[in-house]
Nanobody, 124 residues
Framework: DVQLVESGGGSVQAGGSLRLSCAAS????????MGWFRQAPGKEREGVAS????????YYADSVKGRFTISRDKAKDSVYIQMNNLKPEETGMYYC??????????????????RGQGTQVTVS
C-alpha cells in the first residue's frame, strides 16, 4: 500500500507562512497525482491544491490562489506546499493525498485513494 507522511505543520500568526512536506512510499504505479486537502473543526474537507507528479499541471482552490504554491520532487516521491499570508480561518488539519492518474486530470484531490495522517496548522 501507498504510505504518506506529512511534516511541517505548526502555529503561526495571521499573515505568516508555513511549508508542508509529504513523502510517499509504496507506489506500484508510475503516473500519479499528489495533493493536499484540509479540514477545519466542524467543517467539511476542502481540496487545497494538487499536482501531477510527472509534469507541471497544478490545481488550486480559489481561496488559496496567489498565496499557496504546490510543488513536487518526482525523484523523492514528495510533494510540498508553501503557504503564505495565512488566515485564521485556515486553521485545521492538512492532509497529503495521492492516487493513480485517472482521466488525465489531478484536479479532484478529495477523491484520491490514499491519504496521510495529517499535520495540524494553527493560525492565530
Amino acid at each position: 500500500d501507498v504510505q504518506l507522511v506529512e511534516s511541517g505543520g505548526g502555529s503561526v500568526q495571521a499573515g505568516g507562512s508555513l511549508r508542508l512536506s509529504c513523502a510517499a512510499s509504496g507506489y506500484t504505479f508510475s503516473n500519479y497525482c499528489m495533493g493536499w486537502f484540509r479540514q477545519a473543526p466542524g467543517k467539511e474537507r476542502e481540496g487545497v491544491a494538487s499536482i501531477y507528479i510527472g509534469g507541471v499541471s497544478t490545481y488550486y482552490a480559489d481561496s488559496v490562489k496567489g498565496r499557496f504554491t504546490i510543488s513536487r520532487d518526482k525523484a523523492k516521491d514528495s510533494v510540498y506546499i508553501q503557504m503564505n499570508n495565512l488566515k485564521p480561518e485556515e486553521t485545521g488539519m492538512y492532509y497529503c493525498a495521492t492516487d493513480q492518474l485517472h482521466g488525465g486530470s489531478c484536479r479532484d484531490v478529495l477523491d484520491f485513494a490514499y491519504r496521510g495522517q495529517g499535520t495540524q496548522v494553527t493560525v492565530s
